[in-house]
């Protein structure tokens, strides 16, 4: 059974950084790609960043880039959102996401638009709120 445990939401001031982290498991030793898509209020779910197992680089969608920085620990099988100066616009529940298979930087936005084919396997959803 594949799982995506995910932490660290929670409260933060405007201008703050919250790190949220993710452990997948149930992937066996394959290759997988992992990120983070986040839902705000009224919109439709948003692809943020994403990260291959091979860890060749993260790509990030332009709402969030500058401003956050995804990492992987391959051992542990978790990966680390860095998310500094936040707004309030960045509320929202925030969810861990994986797919099976070998992603290189190039093919990444495979996995990280949302749509028929979004990631098979999502997290339970943790709250980032951001009072301003």
């Known amino acids: 059974e594949v799982r995506l445990v995910e932490s660290g939401g929670g409260l933060v001031q405007a201008g703050g950084s919250l790190r949220l982290s993710c452990e997948v498991s149930g992937l066996g030793g394959a290759d997988y790609a992992t990120g983070w898509f986040r839902q705000l209020p009224g919109k439709e779910p948003e692809g943020i960043s994403c990260?291959?197992?091979?860890?060749?680089?993260?790509i990030y969608a332009g709402s969030v880039k500058g401003r956050s920085t995804l990492s992987i620990d391959k051992v542990k099988k978790t990966t680390y959102l860095q998310m500094n100066n936040l707004k309030s616009e960045d509320t929202g529940v925030y969810y861990c996401v994986a797919d099976r298979g070998y992603y290189s930087t190039d093919s990444l936005y495979r996995v990280c638009t949302p749509g028929p084919r979004s990631p098979p396997y999502w997290g339970q959803g943790t709250l980032v709120t951001v009072s301003s």
């Open positions: 990260i291959g197992s091979t860890d060749e680089g993260a």
